[in-house]
């Protein structure tokens, strides 16, 4: 049974270029997190949606991050303009999201620099 | 500011000594805490969960102890291997609407010295 799926594994680009990064969640899951890892923080939650729908959005560090969840079995993390402080590795999770705080299944992460 | 504390960046233990690691949390509201392991280039995987409503939880070689008078939680791993070298997150979550929402401390580092 395949993971949570993340594209790319690495992405290199200059500041002020936009940033894509994907994830296809595990079958079935109704939870979708993506969370930033930095040395500096650790994790952050930076969204999360529940069937498709995001719920919180608090911890997007600015308007240039948005997201987005079109299917269930999809969703984005879109950065424009890219800035070197973005430059950190995003994972994806996903979760049942049933019978209580279940735990998180991640994707092994897209790691971002901006240069 | 942090709600979920690591204050320890890393930890090396002898193997098959025991690997105390710690976490401490500030807001009363959570109500369920969770380890999660992390190995190089990959994702958090989860380790062992505990309810507020009890003091510890037993898997294997893994117990995590919980005292909610103190806001502390502690994971032991009993005897330590060198597979266990990892980065450790300490992890909490409410209770409701809230309860798939993780927060996370930032992590300590074990080093199992063979």
């Known amino acids: 049974d395949a993971g949570v799926i993340q594209s790319p594994r690495h992405e290199v680009t200059e500041m002020g270029q936009e940033v894509t990064l994907r994830c296809k969640p595990i079958s079935g899951h109704d939870y979708l997190f993506w969370y930033r890892q930095t040395m500096m923080r650790g994790l952050e939650l930076l969204i999360y949606f529940n069937n498709n729908v995001p719920i919180d959005d608090s911890g997007m560090p600015e308007d240039r991050f948005s997201a987005k969840m079109p299917n269930a079995s999809f969703s984005t993390l879109k950065i424009q303009p890219s800035e070197p402080r973005d430059s950190a590795v995003y994972f994806c999770?996903?979760?049942?999201?049933?019978?209580?705080?279940?735990?998180?299944?991640f994707g092994e992460g897209s790691r971002l620099t901006v240069l | 500011d942090q709600q979920v504390k690591q204050n320890s960046p890393s930890l090396s233990v002898q193997e098959g000594r025991i690997s105390i690691l710690n976490c401490d949390y500030t807001n009363s509201m959570f109500d369920y805490f969770l380890w999660y392991k992390k190995y190089p280039a990959e994702g958090p995987t989860f380790l062992i969960s505990?309810?507020?409503?009890?003091d510890k939880n037993e898997d294997g070689r893994f117990t995590v102890f919980l005292n909610k008078s103190a806001k502390h939680l502690s994971l032991h791993i009993v005897p330590s291997q060198p597979g266990d070298s990892a980065v450790y997150f300490c992890a909490a979550s409410g209770s409701g609407a809230g309860s798939y929402q993780l927060t996370f401390g930032k992590g300590t580092k074990l080093s199992v010295i063979p």
């Open positions: 999770a996903s979760s049942l999201g049933r019978g209580g705080p279940g735990e998180l299944f």
């Open positions: 505990i309810s507020s409503i009890k």
